[in-house]
């Protein structure tokens, strides 16, 4: 069955530095997504992104947060100044037609701002 | 804005017991629903969605859930629990005009005693 992969499975990093976070889709799915869970609460949306460009994001995803596809196969996420409370599990998840179709998601990044 | 409440933080239950977990959301227009599952150390995966059509959709690993629309539910069913179905249970919800963003629940976690 087809995965979505993502990389690395968990990064230390320390405040203020910028960390990507990496994810593979599946190949013909065309949708992509981000989303975070901080320990012990709820999945969080961040970002949608199709042909190449964000389609939503929330009022989570500010300047700090990047998205990127950069060679057709990756699906990054960039933080560019990395705060205590960016510590999450972040998921990347992809759709072959939107939300409404259900994702594959990836096993998640647990990312820990120190 | 479109919010999902799900009525148990954690449920415990023994082998063969019946599950229902209640899930409400509220948002006045036309709706997607979905349950997605989180076992222990794994990554998130689809259930069961609704889109159109019969209120009673069936997922897999014999779950179930029904789509009541004059109460704004989509409780998840199963007759009898199994260990394995121990997990976190996540219902979420996509409003059709804003079809790429999935609301997720705050998630019920289920303990299946043997």
């Known amino acids: 069955e087809p995965e979505v992969t993502q990389t690395p499975s968990h990064q230390v990093t320390q405040m203020g530095q910028e960390v990507i976070l990496r994810c593979v889709p599946i190949s013909n799915h065309l949708y992509f997504y981000w989303y975070r869970q901080i320990l012990g609460q709820k999945v969080e949306f961040l970002v949608s992104?199709?042909?190449?460009?964000?389609?939503?994001k929330s009022e989570i995803f500010d300047d700090q947060f990047s998205v990127e596809r950069p060679d057709g196969s990756n699906f990054t996420l960039k933080i560019r100044s990395t705060k205590l409370e960016d510590s999450a599990m972040y998921f990347c998840a992809s759709s072959s037609g939107g939300s409404y179709y259900g994702y594959t998601f990836g096993s998640g990044t647990r990312l820990t701002v120190v | 804005a479109q919010s999902v409440s799900q009525h148990n933080h954690h449920v415990i239950l023994s082998e063969a017991a019946s599950l229902e977990l209640g899930c409400n959301y509220s948002y006045g227009g036309t709706v997607n629903l979905f349950w997605y599952v989180q076992y222990p150390g794994q990554h998130l995966q689809l259930l069961l969605k609704y889109f159109s059509g019969d209120p009673l959709v069936k997922g897999i690993k014999g779950f179930e859930a029904e789509f009541i629309k004059s109460k704004f539910s989509f409780n998840l069913r199963k007759p009898s629990v199994q260990w394995s179905d121990t997990a976190e249970y996540f219902c979420a919800v996509n409003a059709k005009t804003s079809y790429d963003k999935v609301i997720f629940g705050p998630g019920t976690s289920l303990s299946v005693i043997p």
């Open positions: 992104f199709y042909n190449n460009e964000i389609s939503e």
